[in-house]
């Protein structure tokens, strides 16, 4: 499918989709309305995406368009019909929230964790949202969103 189509087809799905120039597709969307878009992404033959192969987020506190928002990042592909897209997901920092997508895509899971961790990022109904790469005593403190600061090290972001 080629981009045009892509946007086409998706616009068919979620009319109030907002798409970004990118090499591939780039669609943003509300949170409410990821959990059912990613089904119909998964689950719909001529859509078929298959594989997340990464997500990840970002902290717009230094950036006019998303100052107040941290962005989650979903990059996906289809092994069948080989095309791609990125879906971002604009979530309010102060409390930043989304619906797991590691009961569509198992590769989540991990992933999901580690952004948790990172940006403190709550991701709903996850079925194991814990610390994965730091020590006990880091809950909460998300050493990759800009405003971090350490002041043992004087790290400051």
Not at 74 to 100: F, M, Q
Not at 119 to 144: M, Q, S
Request: glycine share 4%.
């Amino acid at each position: 499918m080629l981009n045009e189509e892509l946007k086409a087809r998706i616009t068919e799905l979620l009319p109030d989709i907002a798409f970004e120039e990118g090499e591939w597709v780039n669609a943003v969307t509300s949170p409410e309305a990821w959990p059912s878009f990613a089904s119909s992404l998964r689950n719909l033959e001529d859509l078929f995406f298959d594989y997340l192969f990464c997500l990840t987020c970002i902290d717009g506190l230094q950036t006019a368009a998303a100052k107040n928002h941290l962005i989650m990042v979903y990059h996906l592909s289809s092994t069948k019909h080989r095309h791609t897209l990125v879906v971002k997901v604009k979530l309010d920092r102060t409390k930043p929230a989304v619906e797991t997508v590691s009961n569509i895509w198992r590769s989540a899971d991990f992933l999901e964790r580690e952004v948790y961790e990172m940006f403190g990022v709550n991701f709903i109904n996850h079925p194991d949202l814990r610390l994965l790469i730091l020590p006990d005593g880091w809950e909460g403190k998300n050493p990759l969103r800009k405003d971090f600061e350490d002041a043992v090290n004087m790290i400051r972001l």
